[in-house]
């Protein structure tokens, strides 16, 4: 079975910066599309961005041009680069996997315990 832990999270000031890391174990690694999902409190899990094994990237239109994902096979990781924090960005991170290239909340086969960003002053 496939384990994600993610890490990074924090409290972050607006405008500031932060990187969130996925470490992935299992020996079909590459197999899968790495996603990225957050949840506010109150709110529905909505995706953010994603990643697939070909390394194309795909983001939603609220975090383009702010967050970057990337994955490092070798290191069985995938991280979220996040830039020019805002307040509305505060949120439980989830890390998550699919065998099927997919985006959509309901084909994702594995999920992290999430990591909560906080942006506040």
């Known amino acids: 079975q496939v384990q994600l832990v993610e890490s990074g999270g924090g409290l972050v000031q607006p405008g500031g910066s932060m990187r969130l890391s996925c470490a992935v174990t299992?020996?079909?690694?590459?197999?899968?599309?790495m996603d990225w999902f957050r949840q506010a409190p109150g709110k529905e899990r909505e995706f953010v961005a994603a990643?697939?094994?070909?390394?194309?990237?795909y983001y939603a239109d609220s975090v383009k041009g702010r967050f970057t994902i990337s994955r490092d096979n070798a290191d069985n990781t995938v991280y979220l680069q996040m830039n020019s924090l805002k307040a509305e960005d505060t949120a439980v991170y989830y890390c998550?996997?699919?065998?099927?290239?997919?985006?959509?909340?309901?084909?994702?086969?594995?999920w992290g315990k999430g990591t909560l960003v906080t942006v506040s002053s």
């Open positions: 299992g020996r079909t690694y590459s197999s899968y599309t």
């Open positions: 998550a996997a699919s065998v099927v290239a997919s985006w959509e909340l309901k084909d994702m086969n594995y």
């Open positions: 990643i697939s094994r070909s390394g194309s990237t």
